[in-house]
């Protein structure tokens, strides 16, 4: 069966740090990975997305690595603040289809 | 900026009653979906709808689901008989077209929260 894994594991990190959260995936062939964060309580948030035929993408202090062949996905988020605290969901979609999410990691930056 | 909303936040129902969960997608988007998020779970696809008709659908969307888009604004998530185990965070999502790009982001409401007593 398709699976998406994540950490469930809460990371905590220094404030300034850089995050590094993975994202790892069996049984798919995703046209498009995509990150998004979700606040407690609240909907998911769209941050960034990679096709299957890119390596890396950023935004801002935001990164993603996309590696087929590994079926890996990496999230850095560079300086990272408190600000930050969230859990993160990776999740996979073709075009205007269904998202199917990872059950997330919590990032807790610590001041 | 424009932003999905839902109402109720929070909807408390009886074992077995009908409930209507609304949502009013941002206003040039084409594409609606129902997601939910049972407590400490992952974020779980139900439905996807398109020029008036569900485009996709998961294996929990069984009978007692249905969806509608009343008019040109609301679209609708109805559970006809609620179980124990519907009680989940509800969240109505949408994208638009871009006829430039395979892929649309997807802008999620702030969910409404349903609990079966």
């Known amino acids: 069966s398709q699976k998406i894994e994540q950490n469930s594991e809460a990371l905590n990190i220094q404030e300034g740090k850089t995050a590094t959260l993975t994202c790892n995936y069996t049984?798919?062939?995703?046209?498009?990975l995509q990150w998004y964060r979700q606040d407690p309580g609240r909907g998911p948030v769209f941050l960034l997305l990679?096709?299957?035929?890119?390596k890396e993408k950023r935004k801002e202090r935001l990164k993603v690595t996309f590696d087929t062949t590994l079926k890996q996905s990496l999230f850095h988020i560079t300086a990272s603040q408190p600000a930050d605290s969230a859990t993160y969901l990776c999740a996979f979609s073709g075009g205007y289809q269904k998202v199917t999410f990872g059950t997330g990691t919590k990032l807790q930056v610590i001041p | 900026e424009p932003e999905v909303t839902q109402t109720p936040s929070h909807q408390v129902t009886q074992m077995g009653q009908e409930v209507i969960l609304r949502c009013v997608p941002i206003s040039n988007h084409l594409y609606f979906y129902w997601y939910r998020q049972i407590l400490g779970q992952k974020v779980e696809f139900l439905v996807s709808f398109y020029n008036n008709e569900i485009s996709e659908k998961s294996e929990i969307f069984d009978d007692q689901f249905s969806v509608e888009r009343p008019d040109g604004s609301n679209f609708t998530l109805k559970i006809r008989s609620t179980k124990l185990e519907d009680s989940a965070m509800y969240f109505c999502a949408s994208s638009r077209r871009d006829p430039m790009s395979s892929y649309n982001e997807q802008f999620f409401g702030p969910g409404t929260r349903l609990t079966v007593l």
């Open positions: 049984n798919y062939s995703p046209a498009y």
């Open positions: 990679i096709r299957e035929n890119e």
